[in-house]
Structures are given as structure tokens and as C-alpha cells.
């Protein structure tokens, strides 16, 4: 009961987003796009928000459905690191800017001292992103 009552307390990712999107662009306009102390200092706290690889498996990845062994079935279907890169804006059908995503999801991964073999493990043996979520909570920094 507790937790359904904090998990109806959760922004949605959607509005985590916007809302960042939105201080991004008052920063800017503020300073009209000239790069100071100040104005970096500002986006790098917002960038330090940003989720983690945990926070985006339970938030973004219940916009998927769960598959095994690829990282997208080319509709709505989606592994866990599917869902990581899809965070980044990859769409999950486009190859052109999958390297990309793949790059940024990796770096999230690294910093979080989380392997991509782990989490592909932990994907393809069955775990939903949920599980996922909660063993990488348990098992890192």
C-alpha cells in the first residue's frame, strides 16, 4: 500500500523531462546563449538530475513491452538496454542513430558501475525491468 502510494507520487518521465527542458531553456534565455561560469555551473546541476539507470528502468521502460536477446522488436517491444538508449532518445526503429544512443546508454551504464553484460544477463534470464531496478539498487553505488 505504502508503495503504490509513492509510486503514484512519482513524476512521470515525461514530466521529469519538461521540466528540465523547460529550466534548460530559462537558463539560456536569461543569458542569451553566452556560455558563462554561471549559466555552466547551472546545466551541469541539471544534468547531476538526471535519472538513473535504475529510475529509468521503472519509469520509461513501462512504456515497452519486455523482449529477450535484441534491442527492439521494432514496434513497442524493448530489452532493458532497449529502453536505456530509447532514455536517450533513440526511437527503436531507426539503425542511423542507434550508435549514438547505444554510446550514451554505455557511459550511463559505466558511471553507474553497471556492465552491459550484466544487464543483458539480467534481461534475457528472464527478470523484468522492475527486477532489474531493484537488483541493480542492491548491488551498486
Known amino acids: 500500500m505504502a508503495q503504490q502510494q509513492l509510486l503514484a507520487q512519482e513524476l512521470s518521465v ?3 523531462l ?3 527542458r523547460r529550466q534548460l531553456t530559462q537558463i539560456r534565455e536569461r543569458h542569451d546563449d553566452k556560455p558563462d561560469i554561471n549559466t555552466l555551473s547551472q546545466q551541469q546541476q541539471l544534468l547531476a538530475q538526471e535519472l538513473s539507470v535504475s529510475q529509468i528502468l521503472r519509469a520509461y521502460g513501462k512504456q515497452f513491452t519486455q523482449i529477450r536477446e535484441q534491442y527492439t522488436d521494432g514496434v513497442n517491444g524493448r530489452c532493458a538496454m532497449g529502453v536505456i538508449m530509447s532514455y536517450y532518445g533513440w ?9 549514438r544512443r547505444l554510446y550514451a546508454a554505455l557511459v550511463a551504464l559505466r558511471r553507474a558501475g553497471i556492465s552491459k553484460e550484466s544487464l543483458i544477463e539480467l534481461n534475457d534470464s528472464g527478470r523484468t525491468f522492475e527486477e532489474i531496478a ?6 551498486t553505488d
Open 14 to 16: 515525461s514530466q521529469i
Open 18 to 20: 519538461r521540466k528540465y
Open 91 to 99: 526511437d527503436g526503429k531507426c539503425c542511423t542513430n542507434a550508435e
Open 134 to 139: 531493484d537488483y541493480l539498487d542492491r548491488n
